[in-house]
């Protein structure tokens, strides 16, 4: 009872399993197959008990019928097989086999035990083929995919775009830790974001340099992710993306952006940007200001970006029409334009003279949505061109012909002077060389030492004799100079010069007048000097002759008197004779000294300085060189009248003690040199207070007649020095005898 209860609850639960249930015998014939079977395969009961069991197999399975029985015998077979139904589908199964035995251990059927995996096949297959997809999608990837097992962080996985971007193979770090890879600077932050993966977090991107084959470093973004198992973190994924070029970019934009950045602190003009407002275009928003504007105009960029008007209330009134016309020029024609204007600067009150180059911001559309501008100062600029102005102003009205060549001698301006002076006209001359003055006076040599000097560098001053375009000859006085660029080339020259005809007329006029004059003062010093010889020899000898009989009259008279009274006047009559006899000598000598035409020059100055030292008292020095040859009349008249006027000078005003008198030839020049040593004067002074004495004159004058120099040196209590120099022809000149400092 016992039994046939268990058979019946096993036939019962077999018949009820949801898996398909067959019993064969030992030659695969069905002898049982539960429900499920049944419905699984399409069959009747009756269709299939009694048949072998290969009608329900595919003839596809790979493994044969005979090869699964003989391991079911043996203990048991169990795998996957294609399975056919009645309609001829085929569908996978998993299947069970084992031997069914009697009591003696006799095999006496087969049970099979088949499961339909179809679905279960079907979702291996989709997962294979999302795994397939998911190995393509990581081998195509252009980032690196990599795995870490955690907390040991050994690199499990790597995918092939790390060869790529690291030039490694990835069997050469698969197995190994991440560490080496990793620049030592970023360590410390691969680390921690290690460790937030370990406590299961998933840190915020970040970037670590990861070390590559050359021995460079590339720039990655790191997105990790732990892999838990179980409930605990075992691992990391993670993907890093290569922003090398992209920090390179980054950097370079970042250096660009602070070139920009010092460029605009410190470039001398003020950078701005304006956001248009379509209710005031003339107080839109400034949205950028650089901070050069306070330098130039006292208010801090922040300033004007919190005050958008403040820039259009610091406008100068005269220059706003102008500035809201052009405003308004540049909304509506959408071109830049550069526009000038004035600016009150904050603090001194003066106005700046600005020069705006201002461009429209522009919509695709062709909006205007702002303008960019960038402002320099130009009040030194203006102030120049207004020195230029009056320069150019001055120039152009200057009495002086001025006109401007380029390097070549070619001319590029003339102003009006130079038209009214020579003739031709501004069109006439531009483009022309000053040939077109030339007259032909002047020679090869000269026009070469010109160019000579002007090439030189140096400031020429000439005088041309040109030809005015009508055919006049006119005397130019003119100064050349040259411009020069800053790598000091010769660029333009400049000529300024004057016509000075009638100023040369004048001049030959006086020249001759003054040639006029000194023949006649020479004249008159000779009939002078004959006259005084003249009348010397006369007083000598007429009146000196009347007086010396008058003497000895008056003398014998005396002789044969007896009476003592009028004895003693004849005695002071002849007193006075000869106190009138000294005199009429003395005259005679000053007059016209016999000593000087009897003996010569020499011995005439030694006589004569000895005279007047006994006369005054002072001590006289004379050096004249030995055997000094006789010298023509003028100049031996010219050094006695020299030495006689100083000497007279040294007793009126000089109050010397000494005086040193030298006379020699040297270097084809008779040399009379006169020094003494009393009270002196300011030369430069009377001079300039035109206080020369006629004494003083005199002697130019004398020296001068005679053909020679005279050079008069003194300075207030240093005494007097006076030179007289005169040329001498060869046979006077033979003779060079230097002075012997002797004394007499």
Same mark, same amino acid.
């Given at each position: ?330 909304? +509506? ?155 000091? +080339? ?255």
């Amino acid at each position: 009872k016992q039994k046939e209860q268990e058979f019946t609850l096993l036939a019962h639960s077999i018949k009820s399993i949801s898996e398909c249930v067959s019993i064969t015998d030992a030659d695969n014939n069905v002898l049982f197959v539960n429900e499920a079977f049944l419905k699984a395969y399409g069959y009747t009961r009756e269709e299939l008990v009694g048949k072998n069991i290969s009608i329900v197999k595919s003839k596809r399975n790979e493994r044969p019928m005979s090869e699964i029985l003989l391991a079911t015998l043996k203990g048991g077979w169990q795998g996957e097989l294609l399975n056919r139904k009645k309609n001829g589908d085929e569908f996978p199964v998993h299947l069970s086999t084992s031997t069914v035995r009697d009591d003696s251990g006799r095999v006496v059927g087969l049970i099979g035990v088949a499961t339909d995996i179809t679905e279960r096949k079907r979702a291996d297959e989709a997962l294979h083929e999302s795994e397939e997809r998911y190995r393509d999608l990581v081998n195509a990837a252009p980032d690196v995919i990599y795995s870490l097992s955690l907390p040991d962080g050994i690199i499990t996985s790597l995918n092939p775009f790390f060869e790529s971007i690291t030039g490694w193979k990835r069997e050469e770090w698969i197995g190994k830790p991440f560490v080496p890879l990793i620049h030592p600077d970023d360590l410390a932050k691969a680390l921690a974001t290690t460790e937030q993966v370990t406590r299961g977090e998933s840190p915020e991107p970040y970037q670590l340099r990861v070390l590559t084959k050359s021995g460079e470093y590339a720039v990655g973004e790191f997105t990790s992710a732990p892999e838990v198992k179980d409930g605990n973190v075992v691992g990391e994924y993670g993907i890093v993306r290569n922003i090398t070029d992209r920090k390179r970019v980054e950097e370079a934009l970042r250096e660009s952006e602070q070139r920009q950045r010092s460029i605009l602190n410190n470039v001398d003009e003020i950078v701005y940007m304006v956001e248009a407002r379509k209710e005031n275009m003339f107080q839109g928003k400034l949205i950028f200001v650089s901070p050069r504007a306070e330098r130039i105009v006292g208010y801090t960029a922040e300033e004007f970006m919190r005050d958008s008007s403040l820039w259009f209330k610091s406008l100068h009134p005269e220059d706003m029409p102008s500035v809201m016309e052009q405003t308004n020029e540049l909304y +509506s024609s959408k071109q830049g334009q550069t526009r000038e204007y004035r600016i009150r600067h904050k603090y001194t009150g003066d106005y700046v003279w600005m020069e705006d180059r201002v461009a429209p911001q522009l919509t695709a559309e062709g909006e205007v949505v702002g303008q960019f501008g960038v402002a320099r100062d130009i009040t030194e600029r203006k102030r120049m061109e207004e020195r230029l102005t009056k320069l150019s102003s001055a120039v152009e009205q200057s009495a002086d012909c001025v006109f401007i060549t380029d390097n070549n001698g070619v001319i590029q301006y003339v102003n009006k002077a130079f038209e009214q002076s020579t003739g031709y006209t501004k069109e006439e001359a531009i483009g022309k060389t000053p040939r077109i003055l030339k007259s032909g006076k002047h020679d090869d040599a000269f026009y070469a030492k010109f160019w000579e000097e002007i090439l030189s560098g140096k400031a020429v001053h000439v005088e041309f004799l040109n030809r005015r375009k009508n055919g006049e000859l006119y005397h130019d006085e003119r100064t050349v100079t040259c411009l020069k660029d800053e790598k000091g +080339s010769i660029t333009n020259f400049v000529a300024t010069g004057r016509d000075v005809t009638v100023r040369r007329r004048a001049e030959e006029a006086l020249r001759k007048a003054g040639d006029r004059l000194r023949f006649l003062s020479r004249r008159l010093l000779a009939v002078q000097e004959s006259e005084r010889h003249t009348i010397a020899r006369e007083i000598h000898d007429e009146l000196g002759g009347a007086f010396t009989t008058l003497k000895v009259n008056l003398q014998a008279l005396l002789s044969n008197l007896r009476q003592a009274e009028q004895a003693s006047r004849i005695v002071d009559s002849i007193g006075i004779v000869d106190r009138a006899i000294d005199q009429i000598r003395a005259l005679a000598i000053s007059l016209r000294p016999s000593v000087l035409d009897d003996l010569g020059l020499s011995a005439a100055l030694r006589w004569y300085i000895d005279r007047q030292a006994q006369r005054v008292g002072f001590v006289p020095s004379v050096s004249i060189a030995p055997a000094l040859p006789r010298f023509s009349e003028d100049i031996e008249t010219a050094c006695f009248r020299v030495t006689q006027e100083v000497l007279t000078n040294v007793v009126r005003h000089a109050k010397a003690s000494k005086v040193i008198l030298g006379l020699y030839i040297d270097k084809e020049q008779l040399h009379l040199v006169i020094t003494d040593d009393g009270v002196g004067f300011d030369v430069e002074k009377v001079k300039a207070q035109h206080e020369l004495g006629l004494g003083i004159l005199g002697m130019q004058e004398r020296v001068s007649s005679a053909g020679g120099s005279f050079e008069l040196e003194s300075s207030t209590g240093r005494g007097t020095k006076v030179s007289a120099h005169f040329p001498l022809p060869a046979h006077n000149s033979s003779q060079a005898f230097p002075p012997t400092g002797g004394g007499s």
